[in-house]
């Protein structure tokens, strides 16, 4: 009973379910179990012969990266706690590839509640506007995914460097008087990563930016940003 409350308390705070009326949260809370990954482990990857589960990421993070076409790594997107992730699987076919080509990855120790898809295609199916909701996500997903595959093929790499600067900055950023910090520190082989090129690559695209007086490193190690966002 204990862990239907949690479950209950959780499912109310998740970003898509923050409207929905409490009999619904609570007919998702019995359907759904709680599942912990520890870092590092894959929780989908494109061999899963099947993709069937939603998945309500209570806490830690999640990285989703696909593999350039040089076979390098690209996060296209990091999930936080009232994050969902999972349902970009809904509409594929089993034994088909369909949009499964993304690994998602626990980049720290992870809890999350977990529901079958076609327990939550039935839900849908019942609640229009949270469908709506989903398709919307959905599309937004997808469109920033693609920018961030368009953004690893196109320009030099230092125009690629400060665009993921930028989507860091939105992520894990602060503005405090006008200044834009990244206040979570990373090293360099995650900022390349970002951009899907090699480590080395990385080092000097940040000692050039550097240099240019595009960004700065302050006394706690925290990337600083001179360029506007308005731009």
């Known amino acids: 009973m204990e862990d239907e409350g949690k479950k209950l308390w959780f499912l109310s705070r998740v ?32 061999f899963d012969e099947f993709h069937e589960r939603i998945y309500f990421l209570k806490k830690g993070e999640v990285e989703v990266y696909e593999a350039t076409m040089d076979g390098r ?28 080509h993304r690994f998602i990855k626990a980049a720290s120790d992870v809890t999350v509640c977990t529901m079958p898809h076609d327990d939550f295609l039935a839900l849908l199916e019942r609640k229009p506007r949270l469908a709506l909701t989903i398709i919307k996500q959905l599309s937004l997903e997808l469109a920033n995914a693609e920018g ?3 953004e690893a093929t196109l320009g030099d790499v230092e125009a690629r460097t400060l665009q993921a600067l930028e989507y860091m900055w939105r992520e894990y950023g602060t503005r405090e008087a006008g200044v834009r910090t990244i206040t979570r520190r990373f090293t360099h082989d995650k900022f390349a990563q970002f951009v899907g090129v090699a480590r080395e690559t990385m080092t000097r695209a940040l000692a050039s ?7 700065s490193i302050d006394k706690k190690g925290n990337v600083i940003l001179h360029t506007s966002d308005e731009d």
């Open 15 to 46: 970003n898509l379910f923050r409207e929905l009326a409490p009999e619904t949260v609570r007919e998702i809370a019995q359907k759904a179990r709680m599942r912990d990954f520890e870092s590092d482990v894959y929780i989908e990857t494109p």
């Open 209 to 215: 930016l550097a240099k240019k007086r595009k960004i």
């Open 73 to 100: 790594k690209l996060i296209v997107d990091t999930l936080k706690a009232g994050d969902v992730f999972g349902y970009t699987a809904l509409g594929d076919t089993p034994g088909k590839e369909g949009g499964r």
């Open 148 to 150: 961030r595959l368009r």
